[in-house]
């Protein structure tokens, strides 16, 4: 309620308690000023009815909301069920308009303002988390692959005789699809070893360029983060080769906001050389639901390019999850899950390293990689074969998600193009291994019951026992809420 509002509320309540109300209202809303007039997250996070107040306000300013609305075109907000309208908070528009995603909508001047408020506030956190010097950034609600075919097919109208993009080789098939969807040739540069990393081959990235000449590639497409062994690539010189030979540089950063090495790649690759755009997830970074990325870079003009190459408006969704979490948390929040995360990873190696031991494995030595680790499955391997792909099955149906067992010698065909070790991101490691990784949000509960998994995972493969897994028997999951042991035939 406005101040005419309360003032005539006082004709029915005692002027005590109205004012008393319009107090608590104003706390409301100095938090909202302050956001709309700094465009920053705040230090502290917001609590759920501050939030849902604003959300509810910039709803009522689109027109689809507005009373007595008489809506005659195509596209006019309307929504069947009551239900998904509330999912939405009734922001039905979405974002942008046909020629731009960060344009402002005439008719949806609160969707446009939560548009404008979410690029704002995620540009805050990503200077808090290291990369300072970004100019600019929009939320675009496709994740991280599609998000960087938007960007090479931007880069097709400054570079029109290019057809190849220089690739040093991640085995993730989104971010190689990115490039095929976007009508390029990718160029694969592999990883040379050093000790037990995949590290990126500089001496191969220039002679590739000169081979190919510059003014046929499109760009360099490096990566942050990864899977261990593999590490984030050298992306100082590479920024440097691609300022050397004028050409763009994409980089791929799907996880890398949580971490501040990544991050600091990124500012020094820009200080030292030339980035064009990086592109990180919502889900991995923020903790929201998949289907949203950030497009970041250090000049203005670029980033509103990618963002006018986006056909049509876009759904509000993302935008809507990234702010409200943001939000939520607050400064003080994200930082804090970020030192969590840091903590956990470390717990998570030390912990990674005794059980390993105790098996005569080994964790390998990845320090260049700050959020995943992968433990050597060397002896398990010479003695059968079999037990390390067995293995990530009795993990998976033991409900250990996100863990992955790399088997050596494994072809995939992506796209037209067969790699051999597929996963282990070189035609031949030297050794089988398993994969985890500390991301934001774990837990050291996480960590403990991984472990104790894997410690019976790995001692029934060592007694030879013959493991026949099925998601509904031979399952043994142990939790604080409950234990539960289920062998042969379910009991109904």
């Known amino acids: ?54 959300l509810h306000e910039l709803a009522i300013m689109d027109s689809n909301n507005f009373l007595g609305n008489c809506g005659v075109g195509e596209r006019e907000g309307r929504v069947a069920s009551e239900l998904v309208a509330r999912r939405h908070y009734r922001l039905i528009h979405g974002i942008g308009r046909s020629g731009d995603i960060s344009a402002v909508q005439p008719k949806a001047a609160g969707s446009s303002l939560l548009n404008k408020l979410t690029n704002s506030v995620v540009l805050d956190i990503i200077k808090l988390a290291g990369v300072k010097t970004t100019s600019s950034c929009f939320v675009v609600p496709m994740a991280t692959g599609m998000s960087l075919t938007l960007c090479f097919l931007t880069l097709r109208h400054q570079r029109p005789k290019a057809r ?117 997830s919502l889900d991995k970074n923020f903790m929201v639901p998949v289907g949203g990325a950030i497009i970041a870079g250090f000049s203005d003009s670029f980033i509103q390019e990618i963002s006018k190459m986006y056909p049509g408006r876009a759904s509000a969704s993302p935008s809507l999850d990234a702010l409200i979490t943001l939000l939520s948390l607050g400064t003080k929040g994200y930082h804090q899950l970020l030192r969590e995360r840091k903590e956990m990873f470390s717990y998570l190696s030390n912990e990674v390293k005794k059980l390993a031991e105790s098996y005569n494995e080994r964790l390998l030595d990845t320090p260049h ?54 996963m282990a991101h070189t035609d031949k490691y030297q050794c089988s291994y398993l994969n985890a990784a500390s991301a934001i949000g774990m837990k050291k509960e996480d960590v403990d019951m991984f472990l104790k998994r894997l410690d019976k995972c790995l001692k029934a493969l060592r007694k030879g026992k013959d493991q026949k897994d099925s998601p509904m028997l031979n399952i043994d999951i142990d939790s604080d809420m409950e234990k539960c042991n289920i062998e042969g035939d379910i009991q109904h």
């Open 1 to 54: 309620m406005n101040a005419e509002n309360f003032q005539a509320g006082e004709r029915l309540v005692n002027a005590a308690y109205v004012r008393q109300g319009s107090q608590g209202r104003r706390a409301h809303e100095l938090r909202v000023r302050a956001l709309l007039e700094q465009g920053k997250c705040p230090e502290a996070g917001w609590d759920e009815s501050t939030i849902e107040l604003f």
């Open 164 to 280: 190849y993009i220089i690739w040093p080789r991640i085995d993730q098939k989104s971010c190689f699809k990115s490039m095929i969807t976007a009508g390029f040739e990718p160029v694969v540069i592999e990883n040379v070893l050093e000790g037990d990393e995949l590290r990126t081959d500089l001496q191969a990235v220039e002679a590739k360029i000169l081979d190919l000449g510059a003014d046929n590639i499109l760009c360099v497409h490096s990566t942050t983060s990864c899977f261990a062994p593999r590490v984030p690539d050298r992306l100082e010189e590479l920024a440097e080769i691609c300022m050397k030979y004028d050409i763009p540089h994409i980089v791929n950063n799907a996880y890398g906001v949580q971490s501040s090495k990544c991050m600091h790649l990124i500012q020094q690759g820009a200080r030292r050389g030339r980035i064009d755009a990086f592109v990180q």
């Open 369 to 422: 990689n700050p959020i995943s680790l992968a433990m050597s499955l060397k002896e398990l391997d010479e003695q059968n074969p079999e037990a390390v792909t067995q293995l990530g099955s009795m993990l998976f149906t033991r409900q250990v998600s996100g863990a992955r067992v790399v088997s050596l010698g494994i072809l995939q065909t992506v796209s037209g193009y067969t790699f051999k070790g597929f």
